[in-house]
């Protein structure tokens, strides 16, 4: 059903904005027909029904946005609402770094998406994958966005009231573009070297483009994890430092740049913590030396990441700890969609709900909303939208929000509901798998890849109940696989897990035919069997390279490609060895002889869960090298 309205009050900016969330919105914008829906300022978000108008106030222009998405309900005599923000800012990140870059239309999507949740700012991560002048090499073949494309996405999110924050690195995780010529100035393969004016050469011309191709006067700008600072080039040239040392030059330095470039900085704060305690970040006792405090400039804030705490102990400790800096406290929590092809929504909000408790008593109300992309950013970008909306309606609720809350928010916000959205979890959501397990696994992921003879990963299933969770998982995701908004997403995770079904044992039916010598269950393997995950495997990858070029610029898939086609011609070649043993052709199958041994080195009873977590497939792929 379409409602004509017609804005009184509105500025052009967000009335540009309105007209773009109307379609979704099942709105329709006439300048004098329709509803009068009337905008005005006003201390605190709310939406009523007057005599013959609608009534929206906001303070905060991402406010009036996220009211817009309660008027269908409030012209179909739903009741008003008026909301009190507990955030003082909330952020989405996105990871534009593993591969999958935003395509325009995608970016644009989710800028509409975050609007009406109510999100007022957004990050795009980008270690290398934007221009740099000066720097050819810089961001090569990743789908690097163009200034004009960060440009086009920046004044899009100003008309829907919010900030696109820039979000770089200037210190670790450069290895893309430090492997490239011209980048003779790092420390280790992946750390810049401090002290060397090329460095900071470098990093002016990234807080450059940054200041040309965003309004945004706030940046992010990285330093996380340099686990190996001061330990290569830098350990050669200028003799042993403590990286505590080397880290606070540097940081001075780049505030300095900052300051000069018309910005206010923020880090990740882990390094000032793994310094102190032994490379580790969460701690459960123990302080920051003052001295280091001291050193920290006060211009800059300090993004205090977290993503797997349970504990609320620990989690109280480390809040503890970031107060007692002179700097503003961001927390950044996680909506988990690095572990694979699929989701973790579930653990997402298990573990937030603890975390915003948290931050609360503690007066912490800048929050940020990771979603990273690790090893491939294989998951849909849209995959974790119902852990960012349970960010948002905390924002704005104050304390917990009852599932039907959510239920409600995601109908109005996307036209799909909570429970539906939550089933993208279900190609992990095993027979035994529960959030309270400390950490996501991602079998869906890691059987996939495992090797059809080596099976690296053969302990970590369970071959009575896998193959038939899997078959679970792709009944309860084609369910929605029609749904116009999102159900190529459910399709590609529904194919995903059709395949698994029958994919995730086959290196356990081979290695105990084998041991039997039991030639004519090989013969049917490798005729009947892996035929079979072949065709399935082809329709998954069919689906997913719909979905990637969907989303995502064409760059990044190729490595999806090499990874599925080589694991395409693993079952190709081991159909051939079992059909030869089984003619006896050959004599021996001498991976299949192998001890079995777990990935982790851990032995599991019988009964126990084995599945694990696990993310980097170079490492389970093969015992070979790559």
Not at 87 to 94: E, I, N, T
Not at 362 to 375: A, C, F, L, R
Not at 405 to 423: H, N, Q
Request: aromatic share 12%; glycine share 8%; with cysteine.
């Amino acid at each position: 059903m379409s409602h004509k309205v017609s804005f009184k009050g509105l500025d052009e900016r967000l009335l540009r904005g309105a007209a773009e969330v109307a379609p979704q919105l099942g709105l329709q914008i006439s300048e004098c027909e329709g509803v009068e829906v009337c905008a005005v300022k006003g201390d605190s978000p709310s939406i009523r029904k007057a005599e013959n108008a609608v009534i929206i106030t906001y303070l905060r222009e991402h406010q009036f946005f996220r009211m817009l998405s309660f008027l269908p309900g409030v012209l179909k005599g739903g009741s008003g609402r008026e909301e009190k923000p507990s955030f003082g800012m909330l952020c989405y990140m996105a990871d534009m770094s593993r591969n999958a870059v935003y395509n325009l239309p995608t970016a644009k999507r989710m800028l509409r998406y975050l609007a009406l949740m109510g999100y007022d700012s957004l990050m795009l991560y980008t270690e290398d994958t934007f221009e740099l002048p000066g720097y050819l090499y810089f961001g090569h073949m990743r789908g690097r966005f163009s200034q004009e494309e960060l440009k086009e996405i920046d004044d899009y999110a100003y008309d829907l009231g919010i900030e696109v924050i820039p979000c770089v690195q200037t210190l670790a995780h450069l290895a893309t573009a430090l492997r490239w010529p011209g980048f003779g100035f790092q420390d280790t393969g992946d750390i810049l070297l401090v002290g060397d004016e090329r460095t900071y050469k470098f990093i002016d011309a990234i807080l450059g483009v940054c200041a040309k191709c965003f309004r945004s006067r706030r940046i992010n700008v990285g330093m996380d994890e340099a686990h190996m600072l001061a330990r290569g080039a830098y350990l050669d040239k200028n003799g042993y430092r403590p990286p505590s040392e080397v880290m606070l030059e540097h940081l001075d330095r780049v505030v300095k740049l900052c300051a000069e470039n018309g910005f206010t900085p923020m880090i990740w704060s882990d390094m000032f913590f793994r310094m102190a305690f032994g490379g580790r970040y969460r701690v459960s006792e123990g302080e920051i030396a003052q001295e280091i405090i001291d050193k920290v400039p006060e211009s800059l804030t300090l993004i205090y990441w977290d993503y797997y705490s349970l504990d609320r102990g620990l989690f109280s400790h480390m809040l503890d700890c970031h107060k007692k800096f002179k700097n503003p406290v961001v927390f950044a929590g996680g909506a988990w969609k690095w572990y694979g092809f699929a989701p973790h929504n579930r653990f997402s909000i298990e573990s937030t709900r603890m975390q915003l408790d948290v931050c609360r008593e503690k007066g912490v109300d800048n929050i940020i909303v990771t979603s990273w992309g690790d090893n491939g950013g294989e998951a849909s970008q849209f995959s974790v939208l119902p852990a960012m909306i349970y960010f948002a309606e905390r924002g704005f609720a104050g304390g917990d929000v009852p599932q039907e809350r959510l239920e409600e928010r995601c109908l109005e916000c996307f036209g799909i509901g909570y429970e539906a959205l939550l089933t993208l979890d279900a190609p992990n959501e095993l027979p035994g798998v529960t959030v309270e397990i400390g950490r996501p696994v991602n079998p869906s992921r890691y059987l996939l890849f495992n090797d059809p003879l080596e099976g690296l990963l053969d302990v970590h299933m369970d071959p009575e109940a896998t193959p038939a969770g899997f078959a679970n998982a792709a009944k309860r995701l084609f369910k929605y696989k029609d749904d116009p908004n999102f159900g190529y997403i459910f399709n590609t995770l529904g194919k995903l897990s059709q395949l698994l079904a029958v994919k995730c044992d086959i290196s356990v039916r081979a290695r105990e035919a084998y041991k039997r010598e039991d030639r004519d269950i090989l013969a049917e393997l490798a005729r009947v069997t892996i035929p079979e995950i072949i065709e399935k495997l082809d329709d998954f990858i069919k689906t997913f390279r719909e979905q990637w070029y969907a989303e995502n610029k064409t760059f990044g898939f190729s490595v999806q490609e090499i990874r599925l086609g080589g694991l395409r011609a693993r079952l190709e070649s081991t159909a051939l060895r079992l059909e030869a043993f089984a003619a006896g052709k050959i004599k021996r199958i001498e991976e299949l002889e192998q001890p079995v041994l777990s990935f982790n080195g851990k032995t599991y009873e019988n009964g126990s869960l084995p599945y694990i977590s696990h993310m980097l497939w170079r490492q389970y792929v093969t015992g070979g090298v790559l």
